[in-house]
């Protein structure tokens, strides 16, 4: 489950686990996998590494603009990326993922924990079945990243922040468990993929 900032009635941080559950019961995205216009092209703009968001060069200012591009922002079956409306579909390129992960809360521990992510566009992401964790194969060179949206293995992800990784190490290895792994409503994620 996804849900955008417009919907978020106070600061992530004063939001409890509840409140952040029904706001992502609420979200609505457009269908963007099922529109495929006919009219295509270069949008000019690209999402940079660190997150920001640029058109011809200059950086998008206005987190209102960059969340509305976040709503119709696709990945194409061949790895690219586009922002696509049911009247055309312009290519954009992403550096690394198109969103991360800057804040997180948890509740539970173990099988129970919940954990919510916020992205830099403000959108809140449970992890979960639906929206699964993964941190490369390699424990010296960690990747850890979150399914946002669209294909398991060829959506969106979100990169997670280093801090917000070893806060989910710490509680994995609290937890318990060889391989260490983190749970999230229901399901878990080990810390290096199999």
């Known amino acids: 489950m996804v849900t955008p900032a417009p919907s978020l009635p106070k600061p992530f941080s004063q939001l409890s686990l509840t409140e952040a559950a029904e706001l992502l019961a609420a979200r609505e995205l457009p269908p963007v996998e ?6 295509t092209g270069d949008s000019a703009m690209e999402i940079r590494a660190d997150g920001s968001w640029y058109h011809e060069g200059g950086r998008i200012n206005r987190p209102a603009m960059i969340r509305l591009f976040s709503t119709i ?37 173990g099988r129970a924990r919940k954990l919510v992510f916020r992205l830099d566009t403000d959108d809140l992401v449970m992890a979960g079945p639906d929206h699964p964790l993964s ?8 990747d850890p ?18 801090a917000l990784y070893y806060e989910i190490v710490e509680m994995a290895l609290a937890d318990g468990g060889d391989p260490p792994a983190i749970w999230s409503d229901g399901a878990r994620f080990p810390l290096v993929d199999c």
Do not use: C, Q, Y
């Open 145 to 162: 990243r979150l399914h946002v949206r669209g294909v398991i293995g060829n959506g969106l992800d979100a990169r997670i922040d280093r």
């Open 135 to 142: 941190f490369g194969r390699d424990p010296d060179r960690p």
């Open 73 to 109: 922002l696709r990945r194409e079956t061949d790895g690219s990326h586009v922002l696509v409306t049911p009247a055309e579909k312009l290519a954009i390129a992403v550096e690394d993922m198109p969103f991360r992960a800057v804040e997180m809360k948890s509740e539970g521990k």
């Open 34 to 39: 099922t529109w495929n216009p006919a009219r």
